[in-house]
């Protein structure tokens, strides 16, 4: 292959050619007929070109003090504690669109008014019927955003079957559906579309995080014997979410992987937990092989702070790689004052790439300002004895 | 045929050169009005507020290289701090300023050394100190020799700690979810979106208080008027377009975001061209299309970033040269994608949009109207047509600005109603008025590229701005 400003090719000549020439008959051609052949009409047409432009930045204008207007209106309704009848108003709606808007904008209390009295109406079916069987793509999308919104469990069947869309946005809309949803099957149903829903894990693996649904940790520990180290990755990821004490085995089974990704989620995920069998899991780490687990593993044991652990994070300030020894640093920062001792000591190390970070940590902390007041208040004691 | 003749040919082939530029720029805004629907349906999909507490959000290293920007950079760097999002940093590049950039930003965000050492993948000048803040973790300061934007810019992406990194200048104030909204659009399609780029609008006018927009009004300026309007058509009528198209031609730095791994692939930005942005815009089409690699540079239709503009027709006049001159700089020095269809849409529509529009435009343009008064001297002008021809290119290009605008107003609305009413006016206005002043500086610029003359005349900044 060429490399840049090289020699021109034959065919790029016949481009350079062929394209202005092309584009001169072409607006020679309209030249002519606007200006010949349509003279007489040419004016009129301007103008309404112009008056359609501008009817156009007036609709717009008016569009959105109409929708101003209405939310503001429902929002009185609202705060006079009448939300069956703004919820009726919004059942009657056919415009999902528009409605989605409205509810996004309502505060929290007054949205979960506005859903009991949604599902009271039975909206959840006929939004259903929407997502299934709409052929437009974004009215699908909307109704799916609703039936998240109303989460009513006899409607799972149908968000689920919409996460097998191929189209990206009506897969995406009901992958967010089933956040909403506080039942298993759509934590389980979210699982199942890592990989396997035409979006990137990460996003999935982010609206799953925010799912509430019971039962969590059993599907995660289901996941995590997955063949798929991706489904493993992103299973650490959730466990760690997630929080509870259940979640530590997995994690630390996990931890030992034979994928070093999902080594590195799962000792960062352990991270959040300073119970003796996780801070070991963790320091087992800091010797792995690959140097992206090992500053994964410095930085949890940074964040879970158990005794002893700055010794054990300090001889990684001496690691060949940068960001090991980066995370080393700002893992003993979180240590604070507590590891100043180790820390001076390492001042002394053989290891120049050492020093240097037990330095910028020392900085950090203080230390420095702290040595000359102690300095001070030393030769301020001493000068008051003589 | 006749000298007449020919002349005559010629005349109409000018006039037809000036159709063809309003019809492609309409079509673009077709392009483009597609686009941002689209991409505003799209938008509503993912909730930022779940984007701005997501540990799942892309991390941003957002660098503010600045070289003499006492007045605005501590605005700059507060707009920036206060953006929504969950984990990013702010590395402030100071190029050597002679001003008090540095004393500024210590005194506002008591900043401190850093004795850090930091990998250098990118050549740069040295730098001397590495400042950090005691009131905000996330910002960083660094003081290097004068090396020229680029060179600062490197600087900033060696120390840079996360994989995307958002360049903007230090006389810009950032929209407090610009982060959010660009992450939101690169984390749709993540494996391919290489760089991407956000709408700039025009800081004058405007009532910055710490950093924050506190009242949106119209500038008093005639010439920022103009370029509100001038902005809009650019940027949701023509950028949008190219990002549908995959052949965006820049991504403008006032707010830009790249990816780190490929700025460095490329070996970072380069002080060769005048303005580094279009560059590494073109690098990148060539790199991954001679490559054959699926890439995409996207444009966004949300409003990200807003940035101060010349408020007198002189700096006006400078700004639009070195704009200008870059152009020709690029079209030179990436020559080889020009009409080359192995390089597809960049090669076969954005080079040559570059070349014959915005590169040759101008002298053709000149010579049109050169010719035109000839004409009329020499009592051979049909009138009522040239009359018709002119109604139809003013229309043209109001039509293609007031539709940017209703663009904007339907789905963001970042402009006062008044400003609905005036701002039209302004697009009928602009081609009889602002335009002359464009194709000055324009044709001017050409003949500096010639004689490679480079300089960078610094715009007066408005104190009213940021009052």
Not at chain 1, 221 to 226: G, N, T
Not at chain 1, 304 to 321: M, V
Not at chain 2, 139 to 144: N, S
Not at chain 2, 338 to 356: A, K
């Amino acid at each position: 292959m060429a490399e840049p400003g090289g020699r021109i090719e034959r065919r790029q000549l016949i481009m350079a050619v062929l394209w202005p020439l092309g584009f001169v008959a072409f607006s020679v051609l309209l030249l002519w007929l606007l200006l010949v052949y349509l003279a007489a009409a040419l004016p009129w047409l301007v103008a309404a070109v112009l008056l359609l432009c501008l009817a156009a930045v007036l609709a717009s204008l008016a569009r959105r003090r109409w929708m101003r207007r209405r939310l503001l209106r429902r929002s009185a309704r609202l705060a006079a504690d009448a939300p069956a009848a703004v919820a009726r108003d919004l059942a009657q709606s056919r415009r999902y669109g528009e409605l989605r808007e409205t509810i996004a904008a309502l505060p929290d209390h007054d949205r979960a008014a506005v859903r009991a009295a949604l599902l009271e109406a039975g909206m959840a079916s006929r939004l259903a019927v929407r997502a299934l069987g709409e052929p437009r793509r974004w009215r699908r999308v909307d109704a799916l955003d609703l039936l998240g919104f109303v989460a009513d469990p006899a409607t799972l069947y149908a968000v689920i079957e919409a996460t097998r869309s191929d189209d990206a946005h009506v897969a995406h809309a009901a992958v967010e559906a089933l956040a909403g949803y506080d039942d298993p099957r759509a934590f389980a149903a979210l699982l199942d579309g890592l990989g396997r829903v035409p979006l990137p894990p990460s996003r999935v693996a982010d609206i799953a995080r925010r799912s509430r649904a019971s039962g969590r940790i059993a599907a995660l520990r289901a996941h995590a014997d997955s063949d798929d180290p991706l489904a493993r990755f992103w299973t650490a990821f959730l466990l760690g979410v997630v929080g509870s004490d259940a979640a530590v085995p997995p994690l630390i089974r996990l931890s030992g992987d034979d994928d070093a990704n999902v080594r590195a989620n799962a000792v960062e995920a352990l991270g959040g937990w300073s119970g003796a069998d996780a801070v070991a899991a963790i320091a087992a780490r800091l010797d792995d092989p690959i140097w992206f687990v090992r500053a994964h593993a410095v930085r949890a044991l940074g964040r879970a702070r158990p005794r002893g652990g700055a010794e054990r994070i300090a001889p990684l300030l001496r690691d060949p790689q940068w960001w090991v020894r980066s995370n080393a640093a700002g893992a003993l920062e979180e240590y604070g004052r507590a590891a100043l001792p180790i820390l001076e000591r390492m001042l002394e190390d053989p290891d120049r790439f050492a020093r240097n970070k037990a330095a910028e940590v020392l900085v950090r902390l203080d230390w420095l300002d702290q040595r000359r007041a102690d300095a001070a208040a030393h030769a301020f004691e001493r000068a008051r004895q003589r | 045929m006749t000298v007449q003749g020919v002349i005559a040919a010629i005349y109409v082939v000018l006039l037809a050169h000036f159709l063809t530029v309003q019809l492609i720029y309409f079509l673009l805004l077709l392009t483009s009005l597609a686009g941002a629907a689209r991409r505003w349906r799209e938008s509503r999909e993912t909730d930022l507020d779940r984007l701005a507490e997501s540990s799942l959000t892309m991390p941003v290293s957002v660098i503010v290289p600045a070289w003499n920007e006492e007045a605005g950079v501590v605005h700059t760097v507060q707009s920036v701090l206060r953006s929504r999002h969950p984990q990013f940093e702010v590395l402030v590049v100071d190029d050597g300023s002679t001003d008090a950039t540095v004393r500024r930003l210590v005194d506002a965000f008591d900043l401190t050394s850093d004795e850090a050492f930091y990998p250098e993948p990118l050549e740069t000048e040295p730098v001397e100190q590495v400042l950090r803040s005691r009131v905000d973790a996330r910002l960083r300061v660094l003081r290097k020799r004068n090396g020229g934007k680029a060179d600062a810019v490197n600087a900033g992406v060696n120390i840079a700690r996360y994989r995307w990194l958002a360049l903007t200048d230090a006389d810009c104030v950032f929209h407090p979810e610009a982060l959010l909204r660009v992450c939101r659009a690169i984390g749709r399609d993540p494996e391919h979106v290489v760089a991407a780029g956000g709408q700039l609008r025009l800081l004058n006018g405007m009532r910055v208080r710490d950093g924050e927009i506190v009242e949106m009004r119209q500038p008093r300026s005639l010439v920022a008027r103009f370029q509100v309007v001038e902005y809009l058509g650019a940027f949701i009528g023509n950028r949008i377009g190219w990002s549908v198209l995959n052949g965006v031609p820049v991504l403008s730095g006032g707010f830009s975001a790249w990816r780190r791994d490929v700025v460095l692939e490329l070996d970072g930005f380069t002080e060769e061209t005048t303005h580094e942005d279009i560059e590494m815009t073109l690098r990148i089409h060539e790199a991954m299309r001679r490559r054959r690699e699926p890439y995409r540079i996207v444009s966004l239709p949300d409003p990200i970033v807003w940035t101060e503009g010349p408020e007198r027709w002189r700096d006006l006049y400078m700004q639009r040269k070195r704009w200008q001159r870059v152009v020709f700089e690029c079209v030179w020095r990436f020559r080889r994608m020009l009409f080359n269809p192995r390089y597809g849409v960049v090669g076969t529509m954005t080079m040559p949009h570059l070349l014959l529009y915005e590169a040759l435009g101008p002298f053709l343009e000149l010579a049109a109207w050169g010719l035109t008064i000839w004409l009329a001297i020499a009592g051979l002008l049909d009138w009522s047509l040239l009359g018709l021809f002119l109604l139809l290119l003013v229309a043209l290009n109001a039509a293609t600005r007031i539709l940017s605008l209703a663009t904007d107003a339907w789905h963001y609305g970042a402009y006062p109603p008044r400003a609905l009413i005036t701002l039209p006016l302004l697009a009928l206005l602009e081609y009889p008025i602002y335009r002359p002043t464009i194709l000055a500086a324009r044709v001017v610029a050409f003949l500096e590229f010639l004689t490679g003359r480079r300089t960078w005349e610094r715009v007066q900044r408005s104190e009213r701005a940021t009052a």
